[in-house]
């Protein structure tokens, strides 16, 4: 089955620098990479997804990129700022279930 | 107009005893999901529900059964609850997926907190 294997576990930056987090997965059938960001005591929610015929996605300050070759998957978010302190999911999907990374703790300081 | 709601938030029980959290999608979704996310944050899927049948069922034992009386609504029953079941429990609804997967909606969640 699907194995994804994200890092950093943690990671601190300075607000208006960037951050950048990294997925891998085992199946070469998955087709479909979504990020979702939980805030403290929330629910997770979806911020960017891809799929397995595009290399790039961008949404203002959020990118994500895919190598589907070396299977790899990435989340860029330039400027930060602090309200993007969260923990974020990679999670890669064929088509029954989506398998999650083991999220990325976000710490952006001011 | 919530989307995917949870009840109850917040559930602290006695081991040993069984407890329900229900789920309600309002989105017309056909896919249903069950998760768990431990202290460590880890999500893990438990089962899902395809317009009211079962698809998934990732070795959760037994104790746990989920239903579905239609197509909006997924329960999960626990029986005879262990410390580790301690978590918080997530539903989530997203349009079938077939050839074309897509974005999975998740409930507020519900914190479960066995003593």
């Known amino acids: 089955g699907e194995n994804v294997e994200q890092h950093p576990s943690t990671l601190s930056v300075q607000e208006g620098d960037s951050a950048v987090i990294k997925c891998t997965y085992s199946d070469s059938a998955s087709n479909y990479f979504p990020w979702y960001k939980q805030e403290l005591g929330k629910r997770p929610q979806l911020i960017i997804d891809i799929r397995s015929n595009v290399g790039e996605k961008k949404d203002q300050r959020i990118a994500v990129t895919l190598n589907k070759t070396a299977k790899h998957f990435s989340l860029h978010i330039t400027e930060t700022q602090p309200e993007d302190s969260a923990v974020y999911f990679c999670a890669a999907s064929t088509t029954d279930k989506l398998i999650f990374g083991t999220g990325t703790r976000l710490q952006v300081f001011p | 107009d919530t989307a995917v709601s949870q009840t109850p938030k917040y559930l602290v029980t006695q081991m040993g005893n069984d407890k329900s959290i229900k789920c309600e999608q309002n989105?017309?979704?056909?896919?249903m999901y069950w998760y768990k996310q431990d202290s460590k944050k880890f999500l893990k899927i438990m089962f899902s529900y395809n317009n009211k049948e079962l698809i998934i069922n990732e070795t959760v034992p037994n104790r746990f059964s989920p239903k579905s009386p239609d197509k909006a609504h997924l329960n999960l029953h626990i029986n005879s609850l262990e410390l580790g079941d301690s978590a918080v429990y997530f539903c989530?609804?997203?349009?079938?997926?077939?050839?074309?997967?897509?974005?999975?909606?998740f409930g507020p969640g519900t914190r479960l907190t066995v003593l």
């Open positions: 989105l017309g979704h056909d896919t």
């Open positions: 989530a609804s997203s349009q079938a997926g077939g050839s074309s997967y897509n974005e999975q909606f």
